[in-house]
């Protein structure tokens, strides 16, 4: 392990909170050479890659956060192509350093103010950190009992359902569970959607009425106000039992859970972060004051987006630049 000379800003996950921070920062006066983004997977926008079904659309405006970009990073509606594409084209312009495949282990806080960050790789003493992991990595579990035999058959995204998983339940009422259901449709899928509430109102409006028509086109079998109780096994098929009579149990192939996610509180516990303070603001710093959390991490219940973390950055870096960091503006 080597000793970095000092890089003032260390942000932690590539994605779009962390590219915008890393732009706002270059904005602000600092050189790409005193930023370096630490991303663990080999892509950036990692989380976008890997869980957006392709054909979906990237939304400029999302779970009711409107498209109001206060920086020089902001989306209107894309493809998933033409978005990666645009995160890779800010990262190549702003010539911006990310290192690939590096895990924070530790951040140390020192007596001087600064931060000591401990990478499987690397030291780095910096001003500021910005923590930009997302909330991906901590889906949310359906929390009943589940027969070990079929808990393989349960996913948080369906990237992994296959063609011959031909009948599969989408549990959840929100806009991923929304668009889970729509596409599988469309890929031929026979599709029963559980929500424990009876009307979307969580869903932009755009998932709303599209999840609405395939409902009433019998596309979508919709089982509204239903609670899942209980997943046994019916011949290595997870067999799915509600609390509510009036919904029979039912085998499926395959569950797609989009219940939305929970903070990776585990992990930032284990490398050294102890708190979230929840902000007014579209970002939060933690108790260790220079350490702010940034995107999905700083969005609350209500979730994030893609604008929203953009955004989220600007500001985080706006609130540094006034205590921690030596900007220009
Ligand atoms: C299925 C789905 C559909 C969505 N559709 C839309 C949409 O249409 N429009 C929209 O605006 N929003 C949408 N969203 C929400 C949007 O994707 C998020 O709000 C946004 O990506 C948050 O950005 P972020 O940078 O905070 O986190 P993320 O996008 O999760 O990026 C986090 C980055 O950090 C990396 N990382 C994670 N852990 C670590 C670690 N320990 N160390 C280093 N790096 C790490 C990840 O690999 C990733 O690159 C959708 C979300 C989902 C799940």
């Known amino acids: 392990m080597s000793h970095s000379p000092i890089t003032p800003i260390v942000i932690i996950g590539a994605g779009p909170a962390g590219i915008a921070t890393a732009v706002e920062a270059m904005n602000r006066g600092y050189k790409n050479s005193e930023i370096v983004l630490l991303e663990k997977s080999g892509e950036v926008g990692h989380m976008i890659q890997s869980k957006y079904p392709n054909e979906k659309p990237v939304l400029a405006n ?45 951040i ?51 990237q992994d359902i296959s063609k011959e998983m031909a009948d599969v339940l989408v549990v959840g009422g929100g806009d991923s569970a929304g668009e889970y259901a729509k596409i599988l449709c469309e890929r031929g899928h ?50 799915v039992s509600f609390a509510e009579g009036d919904y029979k149990p039912r085998p499926f192939h395959a569950i797609v859970t989009a219940l939305g996610t929970e903070r990776p509180t585990k992990y930032l516990s ?23 959390f940034v995107g999905d991490l700083a969005s609350g219940k209500r979730g994030g987006s893609i604008n929203f973390a953009f955004n989220s950055g600007v500001k985080a870096i706006g609130k540094a630049c006034s205590l921690y960091l030596d900007c220009d503006l």
């Open 62 to 106: 999302y779970k009711e956060r409107m498209a109001e970009c206060i920086g020089d990073m902001c989306i209107t509606d894309m493809t998933k192509s033409d978005f990666m594409d645009y995160l890779s084209t800010t990262i190549k312009e702003r010539e911006l350093n990310v290192k690939f495949h590096e895990q924070v282990e530790k």
């Open 108 to 158: 140390i806080k020192l007596k001087n103010g600064q931060f000591n960050v401990i990478t499987n790789n690397e030291h780095y003493l910096c001003d500021a950190v910005f923590v930009a992991i997302g909330n991906m990595a901590s889906p949310r579990t359906l929390g009943v009992p589940v027969a070990e035999e079929v808990a393989s058959k349960i996913f948080y995204d369906i």
């Open 190 to 239: 026979k599709v029963t959607l559980s929500y424990r509430g009876g009307e979307f109102n969580r869903m932009i409006d755009q998932n709303r009425d599209n999840t609405l028509k395939l409902i009433k086109e019998e596309k979508i079998i919709f089982l509204p106000s239903s609670h899942i109780k209980e997943i046994q096994n019916t011949k290595g098929l997870p067999l």
């Open 270 to 292: 284990a490398i050294g972060i102890e708190t979230i303070i929840e902000g007014e603001d579209i970002f939060s710093e933690s108790k260790m004051e220079g350490l702010f």
